[in-house]
């Protein structure tokens, strides 16, 4: 398993990557808006994160199995170099669950966080029904910081959050 930079040559391994884990995803956390799930949408989606990412305000990742399939995602979002602070996000497939994946994401996003970007800290959101979510902030180091101000919207009904906070 590899994890790397997104890149814009990725638009259509990540199109199949979505489709595929649409209902899973979706199940899970917000949905993105239809027009996402077509070459088009994603070639922007990817333009506006590498966009951030020479802004400075995101790092954008892959998780690749050996051969090139993607199987998660994972982002370090609203970087704020003043503050010295990011949010982590990760998305797995649904096939590749249970294989310690998000718990590698997680520990890139904080290599990444503490070395290449010089952060001080990190902020994580989780859904009250995402209890694998929080167990894997939770053995990285996160701590439970209280209710968070996100509400998520999963099957079209509203679900709160919870706030971890790393250092």
Request: proline share 3%; net charge negative.
């Amino acid at each position: 398993m590899q994890i790397r930079t997104l890149t814009t040559a990725d638009a259509s391994a990540l199109l199949e990557f979505e489709l595929a884990n649409r209902d899973w995803f979706e199940s899970q956390v917000d949905a993105r808006a239809p027009d996402f799930y077509n070459l088009f949408g994603v070639a922007a989606h990817i333009g506006d994160y590498l966009a951030r990412h020479a802004a400075g305000t995101m790092h954008p990742c892959l998780l690749l199995e050996d051969d090139g399939a993607i199987v998660g995602r994972c982002n370090l979002k609203d970087i704020d170099r003043i503050a010295r602070r990011a949010e982590v996000g990760y998305r797995i497939a649904a096939t590749a669950i249970g294989r310690g994946l998000a718990g590698a994401a997680l520990t890139h996003l904080m290599e990444l966080a503490y070395g290449r970007w010089e952060l001080r800290g990190l902020d994580a959101h989780v859904t009250i029904a995402n209890a694998a979510s929080a167990r894997v902030l939770e053995r990285a180091g996160f701590a439970l910081a209280g209710p968070s101000p996100i509400l998520a919207r999963v099957a079209e009904q509203p679900l709160a959050c919870l706030h971890y906070r790393h250092h």
